[in-house]
């Protein structure tokens, strides 16, 4: 059996009795960052060995997983934080067990895009979500397309080193918007920044920030506070 399990994105307290439980059980565990998942075993007390599943490695590694899994081991999938296979490698190995009738279990937790959008402020009823942007090949092409989304929540996650970047960029290709910035969400320094892209651009200009960061930018037709602008359809 496969396991996709969610590990904490800040604060080791977010992990799951049954995230827990899971990753003492399982005979393999696969990690992006051997280094990173250790960490978080050691605080847990978890003795299984951890064995690389990334970006560099997942072209041999889908073989070596699905074929334990046909000698029925069970196997847990972890990245650095968060849930696997949303930004994160992954989907590929899930894709090639169901293809071989293998069963694939979902051990929720953590998910930057879920907490972000929690406490961020603004409709979530329709979303769309780009994780990174690319950093040059495609990007302005994908930012007009994003720019005909007028009625759904855009979701990104964004490197301090570049949010000025995206935030003038969104000015330039999808127009001047309401925007909100959530950074290092669950740890010491979280924080929430609201306001539109120009008030935000030089916010940022005057104080630089740091940390992991995901970035919400507001339909341009916002949804009516206490409403469904749908309830009413009769199609």
Do not use: W
């Not at 960052?33 to 590694?61: A, F, G, M, P």
């Amino acid at each position: 059996m496969l396991y996709i399990v969610a590990t904490p994105i800040g604060n080791l307290e977010d992990m799951t009795f049954r995230a827990i439980r899971t990753l003492k059980e399982v005979d393999y565990i696969f990690a992006e960052d051997t280094r990173v998942t250790k960490k978080l075993l050691d605080h847990y007390e978890i003795k299984n060995t951890v064995y690389r599943y990334d970006e560099h490695t997942k072209q041999h590694q889908v073989a070596n997983i699905i074929n334990l899994l046909k000698e029925e081991k069970n196997i847990a999938l972890v990245t650095d934080a968060g849930t696997p296979c949303i930004s994160d490698p992954g989907y590929e190995v899930v894709d090639e067990a169901h293809k071989n009738n293998i069963k694939v279990v979902a051990i929720p937790g953590a998910s930057a895009l879920t907490a972000s959008a929690s406490i961020a402020g603004i409709s979530m009823r329709r979303f769309c979500f780009e994780g990174f942007l690319p950093k040059k090949k495609g990007r302005q092409t994908l930012l007009k397309q994003l720019a005909e989304e007028k009625e759904r929540t855009i979701v990104i996650y964004e490197s301090p080193f570049r949010i000025e970047k995206t935030l003038k960029d969104i000015e330039t290709f999808i127009g001047k918007r309401d925007v909100v910035i959530v950074r290092e969400i669950t740890k010491i320094y979280e924080e929430v920044l609201r306001g539109n892209t120009s008030e935000l651009i030089e916010k940022l200009e005057k104080n630089p920030i740091k940390g992991e960061i995901v970035l919400l930018i507001e339909p341009q037709q916002k949804e009516q506070r206490g409403g469904n602008k749908y309830v009413n359809d009769t199609d």
